[in-house]
């Protein structure tokens, strides 16, 4: 296993993003996220990212310089258009909307399309818990049907995360950041990466039968 400093780690990220065309402050925030998702043990959600978001930049799927649009808002809500940037710069906007708004209403609410991947939803939650808040953090997976149901033997559903962060006083905060599958797919791909098998219970093949081979989510 290869083992590198994380600010160096962090340094090359950006030194990527930014060779793709990411300006300064989004390939920074993207890489920060990153490498933190490394650094807190989710290696699913850290730079094993990269190869596949600059993927999506050379096609056109992710737009690095996209500017976010607020198309709808009250004094409680937004609705912003990514229009498919960067992921994590697109969410950590919609956190930062979502408590100004909340500060002087009480509740901030704010839903976006045309988005990314965002990594690591707890990043935007804690954001939350900076100003004594409750963050909640929901996420679809688009088009992929990656989950069978309960006893299925076809992919029907996405992994459709969610995220909550609740402050507690002077006591840690509580925090839960899950896949509603079995398993994050992330969790998948870095047991593929690393030549591992999985846990029984985590998989079905195309057949729908039980495997712990994680090749199968690329077949």
Known sequence: MVKIPAERLKKISIAIFKGAG?????????SELLVLANLRGHDSHGVVRIPTYIGQILVGQMK???EIEIVNENNV??????????GQVIATRGMEIAIEKAKKSGVGMVSIYNCNHIGR????????????????????VGPTTMVAPYGGAKGALGTN?????????????IILDIATSVCAAGKVRVAHARGEQVPEGWLIDNEGLPTTDPSVIYD
């Open 64 to 66: 690095p310089r996209a």
């Open 161 to 173: 995360p969610l995220c909550y962060a609740i402050p507690t006083g002077n006591d840690e905060p």
């Open 22 to 30: 990411c300006p300064d402050n989004n390939a920074e925030r993207v």
């Open 121 to 140: 939803m707890a990043d935007y939650a804690i954001m939350a818990l900076e100003h004594d808040m409750i963050g909640f953090v929901t996420a679809n």
């Open 77 to 86: 809500m937004a609705v912003l258009n990514g229009n498919l940037g960067i």
